[in-house]
């Protein structure tokens, strides 16, 4: 039996708890992120992060633990507008969020995203 393993993170901005790889966290064009994150001033949180990662000697952590998460709420704040189409880059790690989100169909979301 293998134990399922913890995902949880949470969202750098609001703290809200988030699954890694969830769909309320989609993967955006580096334009769109980098707007974000420099709108909240976490240009230097990724880089802390690698820089605790890399000096720490717990290897149990993972890239989920340094990773900058922001929740789909928090970058529609940030950008003052909802998520479209062309903020999410087109890969299977996004294929739920655009199901969820925009309402696609799991053929349409293969299509957009590409298979897995
Ligand atoms: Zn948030």
């Known amino acids: 039996m293998t134990e399922k393993p913890d995902l949880t993170c949470y969202c750098s901005v609001c703290g809200r708890t988030l699954q890694y790889g969830d769909w309320q966290s989609p993967m955006l064009t580096d334009a769109v ?25 717990a290897p149990e952590l993972s890239d989920r633990d340094v990773h900058t998460f922001i929740c789909i709420g928090c970058m529609e704040k940030a950008l003052q507008r909802r998520l479209t189409m062309a903020d999410v880059t087109a890969c299977p790690f996004n294929k739920e969020f655009v199901m969820e989100y925009f309402g696609f169909t799991k053929a349409e979301a293969d299509d957009l995203c590409g298979d897995d």
């Open 33 to 57: 992120w980098h707007q974000i994150v420099a709108h909240y001033a976490l240009t230097g949180h990724e880089k802390r992060a690698t820089e605790f990662y890399q000096r720490s000697s």
